[in-house]
Structure formats: structure tokens, C-alpha cells
């Protein structure tokens, strides 16, 4: 049989994902991330007296550190697989990557396995991030001068 | 390829499981199961290695036989360098041969150990295989606690282990016939639908088996796959209808028997070397002592993923090895 006309046939008996609803999910889901954020930045500059910026940065060890924490204790993962990009594209999913990766490799050493595979999945997202922020800066220093 | 034997016998099996397939609906046709999925190791890897040296130590206490008495070992699993095979082999100590076709080492290594019986090369030999599931999603997935969001059409690596021991005493299942199959490649680089990944394999080594044997079909009671899951299988029966004009009747596949798909969280079925050879050793062959079927023919079918190849953009090959058992007369 050719590729065409197998992939036609693969196509007829393979079920279609529910967009709509894994959209639908992951806005509300990231939404609630969000509004937990501007909660805790809120939360931590009028407690603290502090700026909303140092606020943010706290804002930002507070969920890392929850994400990590569910993480280890294992059932971070389930959240992940029915929020799916609404927890993976926040900051709990940056913490989710790198934990999870360090937790599969422990066993393999400090330096061969945790050290070496710890951004096995985080890796790129701090790669194509800095590119990516660097990018966008540039454009704005020469559109609007910085 | 195709060969047929006169002479040769599996005259008993064995088999290990860990807690998701002990929850599944085969539960009282495994020998031992685990309710976690450690088995007192350290590592995953470590614990794919037990569970053929647990398999191997069972069969042998049910042969009452030991070590020196085995002539040879075959065995396969899906990790690098076949380790959980390589380790196990070490500790027990039987001449060693490592097999590997992904999902279809189980068969392949029932044929090979068939010919060198039939050929009068060895007295008797264990064949074994296994798979973990962690450890397979840690070498070819995402870390285990990443998760990760699946498709439907993903499946779940069966956890387990298990032997069978060949020999040409005329006990228990007879090895009739055997066909080796050839790669294929249709394309498919998803590596989320192995059902549609090796369908193409499975159907090309049943229809070589039954021209080479000049049979129809309906020769078999159950034609069994393992383990292309519930998309694979309506793939399947589509594909052999309009590439080789056979209605597939009396079909299964075990990927679809081993775990109740309405309530574990397995999504299109199981998967990994020990499927195949878990739903055959134990429930199948029940059925066939009891006469519900005489004889079978049972296809392992084996996605040769590689993440590497994945990378570099090319799609994924598979092969199916098909053997035909039968009731003794």
C-alpha cells in the first residue's frame, strides 16, 4: 500500500482529540494560575511593604517551590495531565520539568544524573526564552528607542 | 520466511506482573504480581531485571528442574543494550541469547528456540521477555512524574515478565508453525499511534504465513495480535481487508484483553514485550487446555522506535514475527 492512501486509512479509525474542551481547560486552569499570582503579589506587598516588583519575584520562589514540592510528593503529574498547557506553560511547569527530570536520574549520581539531566526538558526553555526575550528586545529599543 | 515443526513443545510458562496489570482483569492467570513497582531494587532498570530472573526461578521450581539442566536462554526486553535481559542473564547463569524486535522479541525468541530444537542442536531452552513501564517512559518518553498530556491513541507499557520453556516432549502447547516477518515502513512518524505504526507489519507476516502454508483464514480459531491496542486493531482489520482481501473474524489482540480499558487509565491498551506473552502463557492457553480454541496463530508485532531516528525526521519501522500453536491431538 502507498503512504498516501495508508495514512487516509490510519486517519479513518484514529480518534480526534477534544480540542475545544483541552483549550477550553487549559485557558481556565492558566487563568486561575494567573489570578494566583496577581493574588500573591498583591498578598506580599501589602504585607510586606514592599514593591509590586520584589513582590513578583516572590510570587515567583512561592510557586516554584509548590510546584517542586507536588512534584516530589508525585501527584503533580496528574494535575498536568488534565490541565495540561494551563499548569505546563506557567512557571509550575518550568519547576514541574526540571524536578521531574532530576527525580528520574537520582539514582544515576550527583554529577551523571541529576547534574546532567536536570534540564533535559527545562534546557530549552531557558534557551529559546533568552533568545526569544533578547529578540523582542531588540525590536523595541529600535522601534520605540527602548 | 516459514518453517513447521513436528517436534517441539512449550511445556510450561511462567509469569510476573507488576500492580496495574494485577488490578486488570487476567489477575488469576499470573503466577506472581507486585503492588508496587520497585520489587524491593533500587532503580526501575534494576527492577525490569528481576522480573525475568523471577520468571526463569518460577518455571524452573515448576519444571523441578535447575540451572544446568536449561541448554539455552533467549531472552528480550525494550531498554538499551537489552539490560534487563543482559543482567538477569548473568545472575542465572544459562549459555545466553539476547534478542531484540521491540514488542515482537517474544516470538522471535520462540522461533529460534524452536528451530534449534527442531534441528536436534539443543534438548530444551527457556524463552523469555519482559517490560516495565517506568522504565520505558524514562528511555523512550518524557520522565515519569513529567506526566506529559497523552493521545487516545497512546498505550501503556505493560509491567511484567515471562518465560516459557521449549522442549520436544510432547506436553502441553505444540509449536506448529512459525513465520519470521520483514520490516515495514509505511511512513507513520507518530510516535503516540504505535497501532498504526505496526499494523502494516502484522498484516504483511499473517498474509506470508497463510501463503506459504496454503491456508485460509479460518484455519485459525484466533488470530491473535500483540499488541497493536483498540485503534490498531480496527487499522488492522481494515488494512488486511483492502491490501489483501481477508476478513479478519476471529481476531483479538492482547493489548485490548490485559487491562479493563473502561476503568484503568491504559488509553488505547497495553503494550511492551511482556503483553503479548502475559495474556498467551496465561489466559489463552487456559483457554486452549479447555478445548475454546485449538489452535491460534499468535503475531507479535514490534514498533522499532528510536527517539534518535524520531529526531532526525525519519518515520518508524516495524516488524511482526507469527506463531502458530496448537492443542496436542
Not at chain 2, 509491567?159 to 515502513?185: F, H, R
Request: charged share 20%; glycine share 8%; hydrophobic share 40%.
Amino acid at each position: 500500500m502507498e503512504k498516501n492512501r495508508y495514512k487516509d486509512l490510519v486517519n479513518k479509525h484514529t480518534p480526534k482529540e477534544n480540542r475545544l474542551y483541552n483549550i477550553m481547560v487549559a485557558f481556565i486552569t492558566g487563568g486561575l494560575m494567573g489570578l494566583l499570582g496577581e493574588f500573591l503579589i498583591q498578598v506580599y506587598s501589602y504585607f510586606l511593604n514592599i514593591p509590586s516588583k520584589e513582590a513578583s519575584t516572590f510570587m515567583i520562589i512561592t510557586l516554584v517551590l509548590f510546584g517542586t514540592l507536588f512534584t516530589s510528593l508525585g501527584f503533580f503529574d496528574k494535575w498536568v495531565n488534565f490541565a495540561k498547557s494551563g499548569l505546563i506553560i506557567p512557571i509550575t511547569g518550568f519547576a514541574h520539568a526540571m524536578m521531574s527530570a532530576s527525580l528520574e536520574y537520582r539514582k544515576e549520581g550527583l554529577v551523571t544524573g541529576i547534574g546532567t539531566n536536570m534540564f533535559k526538558l527545562a534546557g530549552s526553555v531557558i534557551i529559546f526564552g533568552t533568545v526569544s526575550a533578547y529578540l523582542v528586545g531588540l525590536i523595541r529599543l529600535i522601534l520605540f528607542g527602548g | 520466511m516459514t518453517f513447521k515443526y513436528n517436534n517441539v513443545y512449550i511445556n510450561e510458562t511462567s509469569t510476573v506482573v507488576g500492580p496495574y496489570e494485577k488490578k486488570g482483569p487476567l489477575n488469576n492467570y499470573f503466577d506472581k504480581s507486585y503492588d508496587d513497582l520497585y520489587f524491593g531494587t533500587k532503580t526501575w532498570e534494576q527492577a525490569e531485571m528481576k522480573l525475568i530472573e523471577e520468571s526463569v526461578n518460577i518455571l524452573l521450581k515448576k519444571l523441578k528442574k535447575n540451572r544446568f539442566d536449561i541448554d539455552l536462554h533467549i531472552s528480550g526486553d525494550l531498554l538499551n543494550q537489552i539490560v534487563a535481559s543482559n543482567y538477569a542473564a548473568a545472575r542465572l547463569g544459562i549459555p545466553f541469547l539476547g534478542v531484540y524486535s521491540a514488542c515482537a522479541s517474544s516470538v522471535e525468541g520462540l522461533i529460534l528456540g524452536a528451530n534449534m530444537i527442531e534441528a536436534d542442536q539443543i534438548k530444551n531452552c527457556i524463552c523469555s521477555a519482559s517490560s516495565h513501564n517506568n522504565a520505558a517512559e524514562k528511555q523512550f518518553r518524557n520522565p515519569v512524574e513529567y506526566g506529559g498530556p497523552k493521545p487516545k491513541t497512546a498505550t501503556f507499557t505493560t509491567t511484567g515478565g515471562a518465560s516459557a520453556y521449549l522442549s520436544s516432549n510432547k506436553k502441553g502447547i505444540k509449536i506448529e508453525s512459525s513465520t519470521i516477518g520483514t520490516v515495514q515502513d509505511l511512513g507513520i512518524t507518530d510516535a503516540f499511534h504505535m497501532g498504526a505504526i505496526m499494523a502494516p507489519a502484522a498484516g504483511d507476516t499473517i498474509y506470508q504465513h497463510l501463503n506459504d502454508l496454503k491456508r485460509e483464514i479460518d484455519y485459525y480459531d484466533l488470530i491473535l495480535t500483540g499488541d497493536l491496542g483498540v485503534y490498531g486493531k480496527k487499522i488492522l482489520v481494515d488494512y488486511m481487508q483492502t491490501e489483501y482481501g481477508i476478513e479478519l473474524k476471529n481476531y483479538d489482540d492482547t493489548a485490548t484483553i490485559i487491562y479493563d480499558l473502561d476503568e484503568q487509565p491504559v488509553y488505547a491498551g497495553g503494550s511492551g514485550c511482556a503483553c503479548a506473552p502475559l495474556v498467551t502463557y496465561g489466559y489463552i492457553f487456559r483457554k486452549m487446555h479447555k478445548n475454546e480454541y485449538r489452535r491460534i496463530l499468535l503475531v507479535a508485532t514490534g514498533a522499532l522506535l528510536s527517539t534518535t531516528m524520531v529526531n532526525q525526521k525519519l518515520s518508524i519501522p516495524s516488524i511482526a514475527h507469527a506463531i502458530s500453536l496448537e492443542v496436542i491431538e
